[in-house]
């Protein structure tokens, strides 16, 4: 039996993730931006919370694990770095740690920059990946904590994953990385078509996510600082990747 997912809104702009095994009947939260909408989801598809996995340590994240924690007992899995405090994790987790949701693996990928704890949560076997903060549908986090080299090297690791891979991430962020990313590739065939994909999707005020890895390979410029034709648009044909990046991500921290 396939992996359910649920998806729904929270806060103002970020998404709640529900991933249930049919088998086992165990159901993990994506991080818990805020506990109201989650009890909601689980109790409109009569699922019962049994792990909380947080990708990282901002309030939007993580506000609303304490309360799912007192209501469920659920398990709490936060990422690797201690010196977060992150309130109610019963266990750590780090790059290369395969974590069972039931009969679910969801493998760990540390993805640091915009926080140094970032981590995204890979499961193979249902082609997903839950990637929060770091990889947006055709965008991509601020660097808060880390560097752009940093963030540039956990963006290559997502973008290492099969092209038919699912991407959900952590806000609804998308149109306006669109306009964003036209200023850099307005010619961009896929982009194009994306941007007349999303303006319907938001019209019907539908979710953009998921999204395929496989477009935003195409469609992505903070994905693309490796391009030729990238790197002429901002004028650095002769920089590395994590430069060009680097310039990419101010430009659009402006924009």
Known sequence: MAAE???FPCLSDNFGYLIHDPATKATASIDAPEA???????EREGWTLTDILITH????HVGGVAELKQKYKCRVIAPHDKSTKIANADLRTKQGDVLKIGSLLARVLETPGHTLDHVSYVF???KTVFAADTLFSIGCGRVFEGTYPMMWDSLLKLRALPDDFKLYCGHEYTAS?????LTIEPDNPVLKARAEEVRR???ANRPTIPTLLGEEKKANVFLRADEP???ASVRMKDRSAAEIFGELRERKNKS
Do not use: C, G, T, Y
């Open 5 to 7: 997912i649920r998806l």
């Open 177 to 181: 990385n669109i306009k964003f990313a």
């Open 229 to 231: 034709s990238v790197a």
């Open 57 to 60: 340590h901002h309030h939007d």
């Open 201 to 203: 999707l938001r019209e």
């Open 36 to 42: 109201a909408p989650i009890v909601a989801a689980l």
């Open 124 to 126: 193979d076997n249902e």
